[in-house]
Each structure stands twice: as structure tokens, then as C-alpha cells.
């Protein structure tokens, strides 16, 4: 398992939760994607931060970012952003 982690930050975060309430199950029904959860600042009101469980970083790829599934997300959330996410995977320390 991997942990994506987005840290997002937006222009408008009202209608960003919408915009990403109303696409989260392009995200969530995808192969290989086991959770997801978007966490809002509290300091920082136009910080978020995506955390998305999928069984490898290769599902995370072949299976969300290089399908219609992505462009779907993107185009729902993506207008919000005021510079482009940062993506980074992490794995448990055992």
C-alpha cells in the first residue's frame, strides 16, 4: 500500500469542497484506490490536504492519472487551485 499525499491550495474554498464533493467517486470507484480523504486548515483556511490509500504507486498511475478518470477530476477541482498540487507517495515504516 501507498499514501498519496496533495497538498492543494485554492482561491475559493467553499467552492472547491463542492466542486470535490461532487467528483470525489470518480476517485474513490477507481481500481486499486482502497480510501480517501481530504483534510481542510484550520490556520490556513485555503490549504488542503488530499490523502489517497492505493495498492501501488503503479494503480495510482495506470489506473487514475493516465485515464478519463483524472481528466474527469481535474476538470472539477482543478479551477480552484491557485498553483498546481503537490504530489509526493509515502510508505509505512515498519
Not at 493516465?66 to 476538470?75: I, L, P
Request: with cysteine.
Amino acid at each position: 500500500m501507498v499514501l498519496e499525499v496533495a497538498d492543494i491550495h485554492v482561491t475559493d474554498r467553499e467552492g472547491f469542497i463542492v466542486a470535490y464533493r461532487s467528483a470525489v467517486e470518480v476517485l474513490r470507484t477507481c481500481p486499486g484506490c482502497r480510501s480517501v480523504r481530504m483534510t481542510a486548515g484550520v490556520e490556513s483556511p485555503e490549504k488542503f490536504t488530499l490523502l489517497v490509500e492505493w495498492d501501488s504507486v503503479e494503480a495510482h498511475l495506470e489506473n487514475f492519472r493516465a485515464t478519463d478518470r483524472f481528466t474527469r477530476w481535474r476538470a472539477a477541482i482543478g479551477p480552484f487551485f491557485a498553483e498546481p498540487p503537490v504530489v509526493e507517495h509515502f510508505t509505512d515504516v515498519d
